[in-house]
């Protein structure tokens, strides 16, 4: 990022965490600024890479999503290619939300939304298993959100 953030870039970033839908003036009214100013700075967050998107966020289980899954992905050693493959295959399942690499004895860890447990039971055996190099898979159903939060926590340089 090429600029530095400051007070008031950091309640600009702060209102648009909470909604990104509010005309410029209620923002600029929000964080102290005159409209022409506070449309510049967005303007800069977004150019700066600050800003990556402004999203819907949908409610999972209204959509029919009841189980967030954790799972844990051992998989054996990739080529590049088989590297590449797998990445694209989990980026082309809806249904898994999240994907990281990870240290220790696992691989990768999805977060997978599923409507039940029979549900996720065959997309496991369908879908995850078939994906290249997996291996074996340990997974963690929630029992209940505590906390979900998109927000980041936003600090001035």
């Known amino acids: 990022m090429s600029g530095k953030l ?7 970033l702060q209102q648009l965490q909470k ?3 509010i005309s410029t003036s209620e923002l600029a009214e929000r ?3 005159s409209q022409s100013p506070c449309w510049r700075r967005v303007q800069r967050l977004r ?3 600050y800003i990556r998107a402004e999203v819907a966020l949908l409610d999972p289980e209204k959509l ?3 189980l967030h899954v954790f799972a844990q992905l051992k998989v054996s050693y990739l080529t590049d290619a088989d590297r590449e493959k797998f990445i694209r295959a989990i980026a082309s399942i809806p249904e898994v939300v999240e994907c990281y690499s990870i240290l220790g004895e696992r691989d990768a860890l999805i977060k997978v939304l599923a409507p039940d447990i029979r549900w996720y039971q065959d997309f496991i ?3 995850i298993l078939k ?5 074996d898979i340990s997974s963690i159903v929630a029992l209940s959100e505590m906390k979900n939060t998109t927000a980041l ?3 001035a340089d």
């Open 6 to 12: 400051d007070a008031i870039d950091v309640k600009i």
């Open 19 to 21: 909604d990104c839908t």
């Open 31 to 33: 964080v102290g600024l």
């Open 47 to 49: 150019e700066e890479g």
């Open 64 to 66: 029919g999503y009841q």
């Open 125 to 127: 055996f369908q879908r």
């Open 131 to 135: 994906l290249p190099g997996v291996q």
């Open 153 to 155: 926590p936003v600090q």
